[in-house]
């Protein structure tokens, strides 16, 4: 199944677990999100963005989505970045992506990872490229909203 499901995103590798929000908390450990650390989530999005950044001590900043798609507002985002934030957390909404091509820039210029939170975007392209294309990790779920 894992080999499966990242085939059909274009990644390297998949890991299944429990569920999304474990894989939110272990995709951050990763990324070395912990006390004294912050993670840009949007503000509108499922509890489980914030939740799993608060489970490792770390501190949830929400920022505004665009009113037009309710992914993250690439503008909010570099605007919260702070010597503290250790990841930019996009949620791609109801299979629509969020603007990598403006996170990635982002991302690049201020060395802050992204760490995609996928669980609506199963299969989902930006600009013609695979979730697992993109360069960064991204999560999934198979909750069924």
């Keep these: ?50 939740q799993a950044v608060q489970r490792l001590g770390a501190v949830t900043v929400p920022v505004d989505v665009d009113p037009h798609t309710y992914n993250i507002d690439p503008a909010a985002v570099a605007a919260a970045v702070t010597p503290h934030t250790k990841v930019i957390m996009p949620v791609h909404m109801a299979g629509l992506m969020a603007d990598m091509d403006a996170l990635a820039k982002i991302s690049a210029d201020n060395g802050v990872p992204l760490l995609q939170d996928a669980a609506h975007a199963h299969g989902a392209r930006w600009r013609g490229n695979r979730v697992g294309e993109l360069g960064s990790i991204a999560t999934f779920s198979f909750q069924n909203g």
Aim: glycine share 10%; proline share 4%; aromatic share 8%.
């Design 1 to 50: 199944f894992e080999r499966e499901f990242a085939d059909h995103h274009g990644a390297e590798h998949a890991l299944a677990v429990t569920n999304g929000t474990h894989a939110l908390e272990l995709a951050l450990q990763v990324l070395g999100v912990g006390p004294g650390t912050e993670v840009i989530v949007p503000a509108f999005t499922f509890i489980s963005s914030s």
